[in-house]
């Protein structure tokens, strides 16, 4: 009987030999991880470089950079964090709504490791309102737009990200009157300039490519009068420079969804004309006619120079405009509906790759195979050029989408 316990230990001890004979299974994959589960033994394989595969270091500094985006969505209170942060994603802008001259601030603070916070006061000796006009000093929101920076519709930032566009009701509910432009090139030394004007209604601001002007447009963008037809608009539209000047006044009556095209703008006119305006040179010129009726130019594909367009009438196909050859190279099914017409649908640029599109769902149209995904509702959908993906807003807190 003494014997068992001996016999016990022994095939303990055999079996913990095999054991440690057999091979290790492969890891499961994390969610960081690219690599499809399989059942086969796990292989050796080279060493990736960091074309192949992101370091730890990388995707722990995304994570990172994530969490901070979810933590000003939350302090942000962001439907507006698309209009907020910066395209380059290293800065964010806030200012409380309604604002005190004289008393809040214009707060800009960068992403970066070592956080910095700009504070920018503005007062209404450097606006110049009518005192009877803001009671206790308090104008309306002066920042918050109902469109996001990296939409075509009301760019606020400039592509390089040094100077933000605030536009500002004079009290609550008037039209919006003036702009303040904010340049913080130079942090330590923060540049404030006032344009104003007396058009009616809610302009249009959208910077070229290189950011050296953008447009103030206070023409129809979209065909609004299909469903808002109180709105009345100015037939022109300001070219002003990053220094404040008003380099020419254009006019643009009949014109609507100016997009830029490195320095020239494209515009539709009436259902189915495409011009190209040359604002400094007083030039217009019809580009192309389409057989289709055209709802809005969507987007711009820089690299190939090619807009993407949507029909007004059911199906509400894409049309894709080749530039220079002044024709449509493809007609391509489209998710959108009668409900994305007029300015309910957006696009989000990204790189030439990729255009986000935001309507009653978010779309992404792939430029390389011309075709569309869903992905679902959400809210003030961004690109963002850290994480390399598309940012949602979903029921208080935030999605990537990686297309």
Not at 48 to 57: G, V
Not at 250 to 262: A, E, K, L, Q
Request: hydrophobic share 40%; net charge negative; proline share 8%.
């Amino acid at each position: 009987m003494k014997k068992y316990p001996a016999l016990l230990l022994m095939v303990v001890m055999v079996s913990l030999l095999i054991s440690a004979c057999q091979e290790t299974p492969a890891p499961v994959p994390t969610a960081a991880s690219s690599t499809t589960p399989t059942s086969k033994p796990a292989t050796l394989t080279p060493t990736p470089t960091l074309t192949e595969q992101p370091t730890a270091s990388a995707i722990s500094a995304e994570v990172n950079y994530f969490q901070r985006l979810k933590r000003l969505n939350i302090g942000y209170q962001t439907y507006l964090l698309d209009i907020r942060l910066s395209p380059n994603g290293q800065w964010v802008v806030k200012a409380p709504s309604p604002f005190v001259l004289g008393q809040d601030y214009f707060e800009f603070a960068s992403l970066g490791d070592d956080p910095v916070t700009i504070q920018v006061p503005v007062d209404n000796d450097f606006l110049g309102l009518p005192s009877d006009k803001i009671p206790q000093g308090e104008v309306s929101s002066l920042n918050l737009r109902s469109y996001g920076n990296n939409s075509s519709d009301h760019i606020t930032w400039s592509p390089d990200s040094t100077i933000y566009l605030a536009l500002g009701p004079a009290y609550q509910g008037s039209p919006f009157t003036f702009l303040v432009m904010f340049d913080i090139s130079d942090p330590e030394n923060v540049k404030k300039t006032l344009i104003q004007w007396d058009y009616p209604g809610e302009p249009y601001t959208a910077w070229s490519p290189d950011s050296s002007q953008y447009l103030i447009w206070f023409g129809e963008e979209v065909e609004m009068g299909k469903m808002f037809t109180h709105i009345v608009y100015a037939d022109v539209a300001w070219l002003v420079d990053r220094e404040g000047n008003i380099l020419t006044e254009f006019d643009v009556s009949g014109y609507r969804t100016p997009t830029w095209v490195n320095d020239q703008i494209f515009v539709l006119k009436g259902e189915n004309e495409i011009w190209r305006l040359d604002p400094l040179e007083g030039r217009a010129e019809k580009w192309y006619t389409s057989d289709r009726p055209i709802e809005k130019i969507l987007d711009l594909n820089a690299e190939n120079t090619q807009l993407l367009m949507f029909e007004s009438v059911a199906p509400y196909d894409f049309l894709i405009l080749d530039i220079a050859a002044r024709q449509v190279i493809a007609e391509v099914p489209s998710p959108l509906t009668e409900y994305d017409l007029g300015d309910n649908a957006s696009a989000v640029s990204s790189t030439s790759h990729y255009t986000g599109i935001y309507a009653y769902d978010f779309y992404i149209f792939d430029w390389e195979t011309y075709t569309t995904r869903a992905y679902g509702g959400g809210y003030c959908p961004f690109w963002s050029s850290v994480l390399n993906g598309f940012v949602i807003e979903r029921i208080g807190t935030l999605d990537v989408i990686y297309p």
